[in-house]
């Protein structure tokens, strides 16, 4: 069997300079925070990050924000992080809002080999701007395309340890998404147990999507 | 604490909450809305969806898990019987049409039923979070708002000039002076609040609005 199993201090240096990387998390309910701090500890810059909601200046994925090391940000809300809205107006941070479903769809494309699809959310909004608009069937629609990145963090209840994992309560949200969308899946989950112990009908992110287990 | 702003918000919750029927899925905004769920029947049975993840919410149990939040970051609790599930599938639900009924707040609604309540430029830039796919997805979208501004102006407009969170989408404007419904483009005022008339809503509305046959009859 593979060792999925990593230190903290060797999953710093998974992390390099440009990097798309997406995060799982709610409000930071769901995000893996041991990771996000071995980012902060790596030396990793100008990175983009694909996430739900930019969370708060100091939880989730907020501290990534607020310590510069983000270019551009994929969410669908930064109203709770300050340091999102501060870097925005002056320009350090590139911020593209996509609304909720159209950024859980985007990435689920992505992880899907779909090469995009076609939604109604935005028509005749902002949100239209520089995309294709299609009608089907009398009803329109906005071509959108899919996102993918080179490094998921995942945040799982329990992983085993070939990778299977399964999620407690709305910490679920973006992290089984995110799980097929990234060509490297890191995991950091709350408790580590043996291949066997997690009933096969409850595994929600199966282990041949998860590449390193923070332990 | 301001007493008239708790009971406006309070007036419109109370109303709002009549039209949630037996069965319905619903799908609550954050702040107004949330008042909604105790002025709900008990002879009627209603699930709530939060986005981020599950039906079955309800108000925090004696052990708050930090796991278990609502869409606005929230503790929550899940009724027996509820479900939990990923973001991709809670937005299927919602675009899908599997909600029946979304409440949100609103910045400005304008005559022709669409609705701006996720951006204020170089003011407040929160983004639309799960907003503009409620409004898309949902079979009855209700805007609950106050019916002016803070700035004492009409939230009710013939034009809505901030950025759309969706274009022809809003069914309903409940306000703590009257109730609206918007069908094929055109607002008409179905029913006023206790103590309200017709012409203080007019003086605090700047759309143009039909008045309702009922309303008609019950002022002459």
Not at chain 1, 58 to 80: D, E, F, M, Q, Y
Not at chain 1, 156 to 177: E, I, M, T
Not at chain 2, 46 to 64: A, K, P, Y
Not at chain 2, 126 to 146: F, H
Request: glycine content about 10%; aromatic content about 4%.
């Amino acid at each position: 069997m593979v060792n999925k199993l990593i230190t903290f201090n060797e999953s710093k240096s998974l992390f390099q300079d440009k990097m798309t990387i997406m995060s799982g998390g709610f409000m930071g309910v769901g995000t893996p925070e041991k990771i996000v701090e071995a980012i902060l500890e790596s030396e990793a810059n100008e990175l983009t990050l694909i996430t739900n909601d930019t969370s708060f200046e100091n939880n989730g994925v907020g501290p990534l924000i607020a310590n510069n090391r983000i270019a551009k940000v994929v969410t669908s809300h930064i109203g709770t992080n300050r340091a999102t809205g501060r870097k925005m107006i002056s320009k350090e941070l590139e911020v593209e809002l996509v609304p909720q479903g159209t950024l859980a769809e985007r990435i689920r494309a992505g992880g899907a080999g779909l090469g995009g699809f076609l939604t109604p959310t935005g028509v005749g909004t902002v949100v239209e701007k520089d995309k294709q608009v299609m009608q089907i069937e009398g009803k329109k629609y906005i071509l959108e395309t899919p996102l993918k990145a080179d490094i998921a963090i995942i945040k799982a209840y329990k992983a085993d340890k070939s990778g299977n994992l399964v999620y407690r309560q709305s910490a679920r949200n973006f992290n089984p998404l995110i799980a097929l969308a990234a060509k490297l899946v890191i995991v950091q989950a709350e408790h580590i147990v043996e291949i066997g112990e997690l009933d096969p009908e409850c595994i929600v992110t199966p282990n041949v999507l998860v590449d390193k287990i923070l332990i | 604490m301001n007493k008239t702003l708790i009971s406006a918000k309070e007036r419109i919750a109370q109303r709002v909450a009549q039209e949630l029927q037996n069965g319905d899925l619903v799908n609550l905004g954050i702040g107004l809305p949330t008042l909604i769920p105790s002025y709900i029947s008990n002879n009627i049975q209603v699930t709530f969806q939060s986005e981020n993840g599950f039906i079955g919410l309800s108000s925090v149990e004696d052990n708050v898990s930090p796991d278990l939040v609502n869409a606005g970051g929230q503790p929550a609790g899940i009724k027996q019987g509820g479900a939990f599930f990923d973001s991709a599938f809670s937005f299927e639900l919602i675009r899908g049409g599997h909600v029946d009924v979304t409440v949100l707040g609103g910045l400005e609604v304008d005559q022709e039923g669409n609705l701006a309540n996720w951006i204020i430029p170089g003011k407040l830039v929160p983004g639309m979070g799960g907003a503009m796919d409620l409004v898309t997805g949902a079979k009855k979208v209700i805007i609950a708002m106050e019916h002016l501004s803070k700035k004492e102006e009409p939230k009710i407009v013939k034009k809505c000039k901030l950025p759309l969170t969706g274009s022809n989408v809003v069914d309903m404007i409940v306000t703590e002076l009257a109730v609206f419904k918007i069908e094929n483009k055109e607002l008409t005022l179905i029913e006023l609040m206790p103590g309200v008339g017709v012409d203080e809503v007019r003086d605090k509305t700047e759309a143009d609005f039909n008045i309702h046959e009922d309303i008609k009859t019950k002022i002459n």
